[in-house]
């Protein structure tokens, strides 16, 4: 067939098979903010030495300055250093987070999606059972019960014990639909095993919503991290965007003329979680394009 | 009767213009049953949609006219320009699938009333339907069910029964039992003969089944790339086609009794986006020549009331002649049939060399937006 | 113990029962919760549907716009911005909220829905935003179906095909959204509550858990738990009657 028709494909005008889309608008705000921010927070820490949580290290209270971008707090820390690091323990733990919650959704959810039968029975009555049980009352148990000792660790290990059951719903319904079409029982009939349908045929179907998921479960974990700590049930002595809110509220930084100290990170956490849903949304857009609107 | 003049329908889209029914010249009489048959993407779908006067972006009517023959309540003739208005009251529409067209949480009694043609008076409207729908075979209770809970022929009577209720003058079927087991077609078939001999209008009739048009219409046009290349009485249209085209879709439908072997049609229409000069048709054409290439032909009345668009129309007995002398299944020896197929392959590949067809079906696809595409999964879990 | 809804004395307030301290707190988080999810909802899917509807004009655009920056700002910074804003800067509410005991005079009334009004704004807020994008994109879904195209081929109106064709059918799964998010509402209701103070079961959790009260925490939680469960159950048997093709079998 080739043959015939490759002379004529060369002087004919060339027909791209798919276009690749341009990136949508809000794709392009979404990588531009959180990348701005990602960068800011990753990178400039590198320059500062010492560690902006040590309270005292200048006088409290001092407005904005060329030396203190954004002045200091009651607690005689600098409020721009702290922020940045703040951002970058958030974004850290909110990355770790995900990498954790993706990894088992993803699993559980083709999975169950797949091989169904009673495997995919008790894996939907687990993950119906943590998508119902509210979060945050459970998180506030177990902080209680650990009073005090709670570590950034432990947090982040229960972020990620509440965090996946979401997207392994929704995976799981992709690789419902996907099990049923043709191509799939093409594989099966040419006796390829299920971890090779899994991995090659259902996966690149799949990794779409993974992406979604994994930057919407970011803005989880970084959200009930900082919820918590804000009433001030999370580690405060990490610096976290949490955490500044909390010792912000402690010390009255509205009373005190501080507006800075909460308005700050208010500000940049709106930012955060605006680039991040920007960018979830405007991948989903892109790769819906991608696929033609399948 | 209804006349298209020179009616061009074009749609804008990113690619740019495309015109899905070039130049369509013709009239249908009043009382008559006509079928429009012709290949995906021949334009059969968006005469018909001309012709209701579902204009809007991206389609719309580049050039040409459509005047239906009668004046609405005003007074004014009906054309392309006005015949919105006669929705339903003069003109309506029997669609495809009956089942998606019904909304699903409101009773049908409702929906025969939501209407501008029906809304003013509802309840007089609705005794009028119950007594109408007992005439075409359904309990006069129906209609106050739920789509749901009709079956599907019941609801596709619904559909016939909402388009037939008013008397309109012209009924626009697109395909309207497609969707159905054969069972339940004939009995909307036998339905809509019925009804139009009662009620003497119009009906314009699409379908991909020549066997629902052999049975149904009294006239057939068939069309091909965006044009109208035959236009007469269906039983002269089967028995003896004055284009060749027509011929070779005919000649493609199995009989009981006849084990002849079948020839298809090898290739496919060429695109709308670049037509060929000259007679569309040509490339696949057995019968073409060089003045086909080069020289569109146009529609012109060879019989009474029966045109054809061919330069060629007196060799094509010939062909009948040749396509009926066929061999029969059981004659073909297996190397023969390999043969043919082989044969039949090389010049599908060739035709499609030439013609570079486009897929098209794009010209019928509604324009989706991609916000539509995925719902996003609500983060709503992840606050 | 589940069953007769008794989980001891609470440590902090002994010999008092917990289950008298939570029955107290119970009726400010319901009438919170359940005011600003049923406005929040309500707005949100109008605002949604219209954008939704119109969607090829300008304003739709721009009130997508709306939904898209409030959705994602988690709900403890909204809370701060309502204080900051409407109490700090205008002064128009009260910083922090006082309830003050006694019988319910209309008087008492108002002062409750004036020392409530930020709360609850933060919660309407916070729901709003998803709502209007989800309605959104599921209008924009549902205008594509058959039974709406067809509608406009009899010639109904715009609004009424707008009512009666796309909303009355894109409800259906919002109203299913709904219940799957009852337990992120919830959550942020509890955060809500522990921000302004506001006298419900989000504070009780909070002060218990800072006192380790483990009677009433464990109370709390429970009922935290039970109330969700609750609700979602309650939205399940709603649903039917919204979808006649549930409510009776063909």
Known sequence: ?294 | MIQLKNVVAEYTTKRGRMKAVDGVDLVIPDGVIVGIAGESGCGKSTLMKVLYGDLGFPLSLASGSVDYGFTNDKGQPVTDANVQREWFRHVSIIPQSSMSSLNPVIRIREQFVDFPATSKDKKATLAKVREFVQRIGLPPESIDAYPHQLSGGMRQRIMVALATFLEPEVILADEPTTALDVVVQKEILLLLLELQEKMRNTIIFVSHDMGVHYQLTHQMLIMYAGKAVEHGPTEEIFRAPLHPYTLLLTSALPTIGDDRARQGLPGSPPSLWDPPKGCRFAPRCPLATEKCRTEEPPLVEVRPGHSSACHHIDRIPQLQADLAKAPSLDDLDEARLLAQVQENLRREHEIDATADAAPPSEVDRPEIPSEVADTVAPAGGER | MLLHFDFGPSFTSYPKPVSEIILAAMPWTIGLLVTSTVIAWLLGNLVGIIAGYYNKRRFATALEVVGIVLYPIPYYVLALTVVLVLAYYLGWFPITSTFLPGPLTPQRVIWILYNSALPALTLILAGFGWNILSMKSLAVATKEEGYVQFARLKGVPDWRRMNRYVFRNALLPQLTALVLSLGTIFNGALLTEMIFAYPGIGLLMRTAAGAGDYNLLYGTITTAIIAVATAAFILDLIYPLFDPRIRLKG
Request: glycine fraction near 8%; charged fraction near 10%; aromatic fraction near 12%.
């Open chain 1, 1 to 294: 067939m080739t043959l015939a028709t490759a002379p004529v494909v060369a002087a004919a005008p060339v027909k791209p098979r798919w276009r690749v889309p341009r990136l949508n608008t809000r794709l392009y705000l979404g990588i531009t903010i959180t990348g701005v921010i990602a960068l800011t927070a990753f990178l400039l820490p590198l320059f500062y030495k010492g560690d902006p949580a040590a309270q005292g290290m200048f006088l409290k209270n001092l407005p904005v300055s060329g030396q203190h971008l954004l002045g200091t707090n009651a607690l005689g820390q600098d409020i721009f250093w702290f922020l940045v690091f703040a951002i970058r323990n958030s974004l850290l733990l909110g990355v770790a987070v995900s990498a954790g919650c993706t990894l088992i959704s993803t699993l559980v959810g083709i999975s169950a999606g797949y091989i169904g039968g009673w495997y995919e029975r008790i894996a939907i009555i687990l993950t119906d059972t943590f998508i119902t049980i509210p979060v945050f009352p459970i998180l506030i148990v177990l902080s209680a019960l650990v009073r005090g000792n709670t570590s950034f660790l432990t947090v982040g290990l229960i972020l990620i014990a509440f965090g996946w059951a979401w997207n392994a719903r929704t995976i799981r319904s992709m690789a419902l639909t996907i099990r049923e079409r043709e191509f799939i029982n093409m594989a099966r009939f040419s006796g390829a095993s299920t971890w090779h349908i899994i991995t090659r045929q259902i996966f690149p179907y799949v990794y779409a919503y993974m992406v979604v998921g994994f930057i919407n479960t970011i803005l989880f974990a970084i959200n009930t991290e900082a919820s918590l700590a804000v009433i001030g049930l999370s580690n405060v002595a990490v610096p976290t965007l949490g955490s500044i809110i909390f010792w912000a509220l402690n010390y009255n930084a509205m009373m005190i003329g501080q507006q800075l100290w909460i308005i700050a990170p208010i500000v940049t956490t709106v930012l955060m979680f605006l680039g991040l849903f920007l960018l979830s949304t405007g991948y989903n857009e892109y790769f819906a394009e991608r696929r033609g609107v399948a």
